[in-house]
């Protein structure tokens, strides 16, 4: 099963109010609904209260680090799909992501069109699983 | 640890918020050029969006720009190992580029002036030492504790003081002295008696 791109559901985490704030209008202007967080326990809340299919995820945050996110979503929402997010120039965290069963990284700063593409493919990957 | 080590740490912290800053500036931008050629919204819209999205990227620029800033005084340090420099901007410096690192465990570091401070005949070593100690004690804190650097003099030699009110500090800076093993030459850490805060002192070239 296939889902337009209006029917996506998009979790976006991260603490960079800024960023969260634009990104998350530049999705929603190509269609993408997507809702927001600012750190990984109240990103976690709002996962539970509506399961996404994918979650764009910043890797280090205050408090509940990008990592430990990742295991519990994928501990309790397994086919909800993880896109990680990461500042950082080594792409160690990345790495270290996958191995723990996130979808993808992307390092900022990124290209939208590129993220779009991601998501879709995630998207598939979400529903195929569910 | 060595200075080239320490400062590809700091580095590396700093360019992180470095990319951040990018990230939120490509993002802005981006979105400028989606209101533009993907919305179809009137002239006064447009402007008023605008409005608010430029000085959102000129904060976005001038935090850039101190990060760069702080990044070439410090390259300048490294490079340049002859002193003096002047302990307290080179603490400042130090605290400016990991403060991610203390963002990321919730703490507020903070360099207090206090008089005339001293400036350090060997940078590198107040550098690789004070690195160490702000490292350690980022790991060890816990969280919305405040660590305050209070620089100063003592019988000639440059000092360091770091104090935290939080009431677990103490016990969990107890292992300070071991998590710094290794410090540089001619710099030392104890436990202040008197309040259980600790001093880093470093050798110190003249008054100022």
């Known amino acids: 099963m296939s889902l337009n791109m209006d029917q996506w559901k998009v979790l976006l985490v991260d603490d960079e109010e800024e960023f969260v704030t634009t990104l998350a209008e530049r999705l929603s202007i190509r269609g993408i609904a997507t809702r927001t967080a600012l750190d990984g326990e109240s990103g976690l809340r709002r996962l539970a209260e509506e399961i996404p299919h994918v979650l764009l995820l910043d890797v280090m945050m205050p408090g509940m680090r990008g990592l430990d996110v990742l295991r519990a979503v994928k501990r309790d929402h397994p086919a909800v799909q993880v896109i990680l997010l990461t500042g950082q120039g080594s792409s160690k965290d990345g790495i270290e992501g996958m191995n723990e069963g996130a979808f993808d990284y992307v390092m900022k700063p990124f290209d939208i069109d590129g993220l779009v593409a991601k998501i879709g493919e995630a998207v598939a990957k979400a529903v195929g699983g569910r | ?208």
């Open chain 2, 1 to 208: 640890m060595g200075a080239a080590k320490q400062m590809g740490k700091v580095s590396a912290t700093a360019m992180h918020d470095m990319l951040n800053v990018l990230a939120g500036i490509k993002e802005t931008v981006g979105l400028m050029e989606d209101l533009l050629c993907r919305c179809k919204l009137d002239a006064a819209t447009l402007q008023a969006r605008f409005k608010t999205m430029v000085p959102a990227m000129h904060q976005q620029v001038a935090k850039g720009v101190i990060l760069a800033e702080s990044l070439n005084r410090l390259g300048h340090v490294v490079a340049d190992p002859e002193g003096p420099v002047d302990a307290a901007n080179l603490a400042r410096l130090l605290v400016a580029l990991t403060s991610r690192r203390a963002r990321m465990r919730k703490l507020s570091v903070h360099v207090e002036e206090n008089g005339p401070t001293c400036a350090t005949a060997e940078p590198q070593g107040l550098l690789c030492g004070l690195g160490m100690v702000l490292e350690a004690c980022y790991a060890a804190l816990p969280p919305q504790a405040e660590l305050r650097l209070k620089l100063g003099q003592e019988d000639g030699v440059g000092v360091v003081r770091l104090r935290c009110t939080h009431p677990e500090a103490a016990a969990a800076l107890a292992g300070l002295a071991e998590a710094c093993a290794g410090l540089p030459d001619g710099v030392t850490l104890r436990q202040d008696s008197r309040d259980s805060g600790w001093s880093l002192g470093f050798p110190c070239a003249q008054r100022t």
